[in-house]
């Protein structure tokens, strides 16, 4: 966490964003807004259940977006608490039409591939969320440096860098509430990598406002 509220200090400090616009020859910034659910906290063991993802450029106007709920190898390993953030249901994955992870992959692989540089990966938890992606692509032959740039953005690390410290039980609710920002639906059934993804971009555009984002 310390490593992440350093790297979000030195790149407000530095304006990076806003030096690298000024290059007439530099590629537009890209971001991607990332969420993942899983059956648990292990990504050696446990797996991506739904990937829901936003591009947005450096001025938060959104790109793009991709969804997908994916079919787990090992759906036995499901964590209960993890089931009850994510209803996760094989049967119900199926009658969604959820991906096998080869195939989530390739299509995630193939929207990537359209763009001219590779996105910033932002997310709630970076860690969490980077660590489970990059084994997905393991998996499946694929690098996940290869698809998002080095630098990976911690967004709780990026508010408590401009000095939003929730200090409540619940981080998340609590942190939402200092930037009025409605939370993340706690029902199992609507708690996916899209809601996920649309929590964070709103952060986000709260944090843009105060001046803390760019």
């Known amino acids: 966490m310390q490593y992440f ?9 530095n304006n990076l964003l806003s030096e690298a616009s000024k290059e007439p020859t530099q590629l537009p910034v890209i971001f991607a807004i990332v969420d993942v659910e899983t059956t648990g906290l292990n990504p050696n063991y446990n797996e991506i259940i739904d990937i829901g993802l936003i591009l947005i450029d450096k001025d938060l106007n959104e790109i793009a977006r991709f969804n997908s709920k994916v079919l787990p190898l090992y759906p036995q390993r499901i964590n209960s608490e993890a089931r009850k953030i994510n209803g996760f249901n ?7 039409n959820a991906l096998s992870g080869e195939e989530a992959t390739k ?3 193939t929207f990537l591939s359209k763009l001219e540089r590779k996105p910033y990966f932002i997310a709630f938890n ?12 393991r998996k499946h032959d694929y690098r996940f440096d ?3 740039d080095y630098k990976v953005f911690d967004i709780p690390s990026m508010a408590m860098a401009c000095g939003y410290f929730p200090e409540g039980d619940n981080f998340n609710d609590d942190l939402a509430k200092l930037l009025n920002v409605t939370p993340e639906t706690k029902n199992p059934l609507l708690h996916t990598g899209e809601s996920g993804v649309n929590y964070n971009y709103a952060i986000l555009k ?9």
């Open 146 to 148: 290869h698809w998002f």
């Open 126 to 137: 970076s860690w969490f969320d980077s660590a489970f992606l990059s084994n997905l692509f």
């Open 90 to 96: 094989l049967i119900a994955w199926e009658k969604e």
């Open 107 to 109: 299509k995630l692989i």
């Open 206 to 214: 709260s944090l843009k406002k105060k001046e803390c984002f760019f």
């Open 5 to 13: 509220i350093f790297l979000t200090a030195l790149f407000l400090s």
